[in-house]
């Protein structure tokens, strides 16, 4: 991967509608070199899908809670029918197996507390879980899905 595609990248990760003639006028490359580059980077697994970002607050999804779980069970069978159950859960946004003293972290968005309590009492009866902490957000500072990718690295 060269800076051309690294700012191939860029310029996809803050508006995926772009035309291609367009970023390759951007990144100094005609239509079809473009074109080639962004279906390689595409077959190689690098650009894992193109989205649209949604708005929570005007769809009514205003509440966004860090779920942090403690389990005692550890065997990878376990782990896997935990992960196709929460992986079912469409309130669940993010989903990470942790190092350190939380096992994992989920990212939940709900409408309200009503909700978040409904999707907690199936997240409880999921399975045996030690601790389930959850965290809400106020405000939300930053969020990106953007990653830090700059044109020399």
Known sequence: MDAIDRKILNLLQQDCTM??????????????????????LESEGVILKRVALLNGDKLGLGLTVFVSIETDEHSS???????????????????HRMAGDVDYLLRVVVRDMRHYDAFY???????????????FAME?????????ISAGS
Request: aromatic content about 6%; overall charge positive.
């Open 121 to 135: 009492q199936g997240l409880i009866a999921s399975g045996p879980l030690k601790t389930v902490t959850s965290r």
């Open 19 to 40: 035309s291609i003639a367009e970023i390759g006028q951007r990144v100094g490359l005609s239509q079809t070199p473009c074109w080639k580059r962004i279906q390689k």
């Open 140 to 148: 939300t500072v930053k969020s990106t899905t953007a990653l830090p």
């Open 77 to 95: 069978e376990w782990l896997h029918g935990f992960a196709e159950k929460v992986r079912a859960m469409p309130e669940v946004t993010e989903f």
